[in-house]
């Protein structure tokens, strides 16, 4: 496959889960006045939408297509901690033990990326 068209796979698919996305905050935005209410209404339903979409393995399909452009939203953080939990329980941990590991890998991505704000911030401030 050419660098070209999985660059534009990538991009369709990342283009599309930003446009679910764009949709709800209008959607919530009809119903709830806030705007900062509205952005974090709108990421929680996109979460949920994202386990349902891991759940039933569409998600699968999705990232087989768009590879890197399934990997950066939402859903890809939360396909992270489901594959993780799913490997762990796969393992032969219990159900409690596998959540907290798949838990503990976004806690990883995000608190990475929290340090290296915080760090950027204060070099640049």
């Given at each position: 496959?050419?660098?070209?068209?999985?660059?534009?796979?990538?991009?369709?698919?990342?283009?599309?889960?930003?446009?679910?996305?764009?949709?709800?905050?209008?959607?919530?935005?009809?119903?709830?006045?806030?705007?900062?209410?509205?952005?974090?209404?709108?990421?929680?339903?996109?979460?949920?939408?994202?386990?349902?979409?891991?759940?039933?393995?569409?998600?699968?399909?999705?990232?087989?297509?768009?590879?890197s452009g399934?990997?950066?939203?939402?859903?890809?953080?939360?396909?992270?901690?489901?594959?993780?939990?799913?490997?762990?329980?796969?393992?032969?941990?219990?159900?409690?033990?596998?959540?907290?590991?798949?838990?503990?890998?976004?806690?990883?991505?995000?608190?990475?990326?929290?340090?290296?704000?915080?760090?950027?911030?204060?070099?640049?401030?």
């Amino acid at each position: 496959m050419t660098a070209i068209r999985k660059i534009l796979k990538a991009f369709l698919v990342g283009g599309c889960f930003g446009l679910i996305g764009q949709l709800l905050i209008a959607l919530f935005a009809i119903f709830i006045s806030d705007a900062t209410m509205v952005i974090m209404v709108s990421i929680l339903a996109f979460g949920v939408i994202a386990v349902v979409i891991i759940a039933n393995g569409f998600y699968f399909k999705v990232a087989e297509f768009g590879d890197s452009g399934a990997a950066i939203p939402v859903c890809g953080l939360m396909f992270g901690a489901a594959t993780s939990a799913a490997a762990a329980q796969k393992a032969g941990a219990k159900l409690e033990k596998a959540f907290i590991v798949g838990f503990w890998n976004v806690l990883k991505i995000l608190g990475t990326g929290f340090v290296i704000a915080f760090i950027l911030g204060l070099l640049l401030c």
